[in-house]
């Protein structure tokens, strides 16, 4: 059993910054990718960015030169600094990572979602 916990999001003017959190925890063994997406009302989930274990990235064109992932392999931790924040951003902002836990039944691999946090951009 692997647990995702978001935190960070909240109400922003346009123009500012936020920066979202997502700490896994369980009897994880490795994670390999680890990613943020977003839903926002009447569209489709759709990928913000993503890192891997060997720390390459990678952004959707909306996001390039705003958005930074970054991980903490020691704290199973992923980050996303959102900076230059507008209107289109707003939306719920989820967590997904896959890698291996390690339990009484052996290595197997899993995939979970964060249960997601609310990112607000006004105008």
């Known amino acids: 059993q692997v647990q995702l916990v978001e935190s960070g999001g909240g109400l922003v003017q346009a123009g500012g910054s936020l920066r979202l959190s997502c700490v896994a925890s369980?009897?994880?063994?490795?994670?390999?990718?680890m990613g943020w997406y977003r839903q926002a009302p009447g569209k489709q989930r759709e990928l913000v960015a993503v890192?891997?274990?060997?720390?390459?990235?990678n952004y959707a064109d909306s996001v390039k030169g705003r958005f930074t992932i970054s991980r903490d392999n020691a704290k199973n931790t992923v980050y996303l600094q959102m900076n230059s924040l507008k209107p289109e951003d707003t939306a719920v902002y989820y967590c997904n990572t896959d890698g291996q836990v390690s339990d009484s039944l052996g290595v197997r691999p899993f995939k979970y979602w964060g249960q997601g946090t609310q990112v607000t951009v006004s105008s």
């Open positions: 890192i891997r274990s060997g720390g390459s990235t």
């Open positions: 369980g009897s994880i063994f490795k994670i390999n990718d």
